[in-house]
């Protein structure tokens, strides 16, 4: 089995800063893209960014304001939130692709979801 486990959402003011860490284990071949999804009240899961082979892409909404970094070592992948709005409020979500061990192809696996909710 493998199983992504996300730590570091809360509460924070307009303006101040978060970090989200997300940690994949299990049997583990080969990991590929990892990333953060959100998920607004009342809206549809969105792409937040996603590090893949050395480049990383972010939505436009968050550019130059949040900033996702990979352990490889680790399993890993960490969302850097700065100068937060009350709009990212949401239910935070890490994806990975991920080749299971004996297993061809990768597949998505989806952590719990963490909730960050921006006060103004």
């Known amino acids: 089995q493998v199983q992504l486990v996300e730590s570091g959402g809360g509460l924070v003011q307009a303006g101040g800063s978060l970090t989200l860490s997300c940690e994949a284990s299990?049997?583990?071949?080969?990991?590929?893209?990892m990333g953060w999804y959100r998920q607004p009240p009342g809206k549809q899961r969105e792409l937040v960014g996603i590090?893949?082979?050395?480049?990383?892409n972010y939505a436009d909404s968050v550019k130059g304001r949040f900033t996702i970094s990979r352990d490889n070592a680790k399993n890993s992948v960490y969302l850097q939130m700065n100068s937060l709005k009350p709009e990212d409020t949401a239910v935070y979500y890490c994806?990975?692709?991920?080749?299971?061990?004996?297993?061809?192809?990768?597949?998505?696996?989806w952590g719990q979801g963490t909730q960050v909710t921006v006060s103004s």
């Open positions: 994806n990975a692709q991920i080749r299971r061990l004996y297993m061809s192809g990768n597949r998505d696996y």
């Open positions: 299990g049997s583990i071949a080969s990991i590929n893209a």
């Open positions: 590090v893949s082979g050395g480049t990383t």
